[in-house]
């Protein structure tokens, strides 16, 4: 069974940062796209950060420029780099491996950002 486990979530002051991980077991991570996505109390889950399998990303406009995503498939690892966070990025986290609708997801991680 395929498991995806997030860390490094967290409560981060304004302007601080953050290393997110998620560690998938059980597959070949290099042939899946691998997104973060992100919900706040009250909204939908949205995407942060997406990484294609050739290495091409997108982001969100409100994280681009603050935000990495990247993926080390030898260690079947995806993080998200987290920099000058402000309070509107606190939501849960989820990692999520081969796309929205059929793809696997982690159970999320918490990153508060408040002063």
């Known amino acids: 069974q395929v498991q995806l486990v997030e860390s490094g979530g967290g409560l981060v002051q304004p302007g601080g940062s953050l290393r997110l991980s998620c560690a998938a077991s059980l597959m070949i991570l290099s042939i899946y796209d691998v997104g973060w996505y992100r919900q706040a109390p009250g909204k939908q889950r949205e995407l942060v950060a997406r990484?294609?399998?050739?290495?091409?990303?997108n982001y969100a406009d409100s994280v681009k420029g603050r935000f990495t995503i990247s993926r080390d498939n030898a260690k079947k690892t995806v993080y998200l780099q987290m920099n000058k966070v402000e309070p509107e990025d606190t939501a849960v986290y989820y990692c999520?491996?081969?796309?929205?609708?059929?793809?696997?997801w982690g159970q999320g991680t918490q990153v508060t950002v408040s002063s």
């Open positions: 999520n491996v081969g796309g929205y609708e059929r793809g696997y």
């Open positions: 990484i294609a399998r050739g290495g091409r990303t």
